[in-house]
């Protein structure tokens, strides 16, 4: 039978899941990365078990910006690398 409220939640997760295996692909190579997971695909993720993963995707996103960017004055500048071709 059709349910709206797990229709909405498994589109949530699929769009969750796109953009955070875009972030963990960013983060490899990082301390951080080895702790961060998808939400689960086959069941349903408790809220506890969303929130505690997208916590930790955003603690290691703090880690990566704090690690790659400078302040000069009040401005934060991210330090860009360009390959030298």
């Given at each position: 039978?059709?349910?709206?409220?797990?229709?909405?939640?498994?589109?949530?997760?699929?769009?969750s899941?796109?953009?955070?295996?875009?972030?963990?692909?960013?983060?490899?190579?990082?301390?951080?990365s080895?702790?961060?997971?998808?939400?689960?695909?086959?069941?349903?993720?408790t809220n506890?078990?969303?929130?505690?993963?997208v916590?930790q995707?955003?603690?290691a996103?703090d880690?990566?910006?704090?690690?790659?960017?400078?302040?000069q004055?009040?401005?934060?500048?991210?330090n860009v690398?360009?390959d030298?071709?």
């Amino acid at each position: 039978m059709f349910n709206p409220r797990e229709f909405r939640v498994r589109v949530i997760q699929a769009t969750s899941n796109r953009i955070m295996s875009r972030v963990k692909t960013l983060l490899e190579g990082y301390p951080t990365s080895e702790f961060l997971d998808l939400l689960d695909t086959v069941k349903l993720p408790t809220n506890s078990d969303a929130v505690l993963i997208v916590a930790q995707f955003k603690t290691a996103m703090d880690q990566y910006r704090t690690k790659n960017t400078t302040y000069q004055g009040r401005h934060q500048i991210w330090n860009v690398h360009k390959d030298e071709k």
